[in-house]
């Protein structure tokens, strides 16, 4: 069953409710078809006293979506799973090594409109922020995300545009303005964790920008 995080700051009865609130989940898995698989990682971690999940600035130097708000996160290799192929893109990008039990589960499968079928996977990091060191071939810069900056009521936007019939979501957070896809993995995992509502995203499309 999931329930709201009484508590949004750093406490040891946290990890135990976030892994009970995304494994209530039930994920709904999208087929792949034709589709490129991905996966990214949605890691909580502590900053400044408080509960705050891990995002990135994307290397300006990058082909696709270079200097774009994004997860840690990339192509799934032959023979691996989601959870796997998360925690090696976080290695690779941000020089976090985390073990297979920092998994907590997964969030809905999102399909982007470049192809791809993407997997959210949670996981708890019990690290020092201030240590990661991003690789600069891919990643400008990391950031962090408080549960308060997420949590607060106007952080969703909703809006429509004439070449989609569905809503464009995005977050508008303290650190910029961010958008789907990265925008409908932060909303899931904000209903979810920090809410405990069992909240779909699916439906939710992208801004035009980000259709390539």
Known sequence: MMRPLEDLSFAATARGQI???VRALEP???????????????VVVESRGQLAVLLTRRAGTLRAHSGQWALPGGRIDPGENAETAALREVQEEINLDLPKGAVVGVLDDYITRSGYR????????????A????NPS??????????????????????????SDREII???LEVDQIFAPTAAMLFQ???????????RVFHYDQPRFAWR
């Open 19 to 21: 892994a009970a609130n």
């Open 28 to 42: 709904q898995a999208q087929p792949l078809g034709a589709l490129r698989s991905a996966a990214v990682a949605l």
């Open 118 to 129: 993407i997997t959210p996977v949670v996981a708890w990091a019990d690290t020092d922020i």
């Open 131 to 134: 240590m990661l060191s991003p």
């Open 138 to 163: 891919e990643v400008a810069s990391v950031h962090t995300i408080s549960f308060d900056d997420l949590a607060r009521p106007d952080a969703p936007q909703f809006d429509r545009i004439p070449e």
């Open 170 to 172: 995005s977050m508008q």
């Open 189 to 199: 995992f904000r209903e979810v964790v920090i809410f405990g509502r069992p909240t």
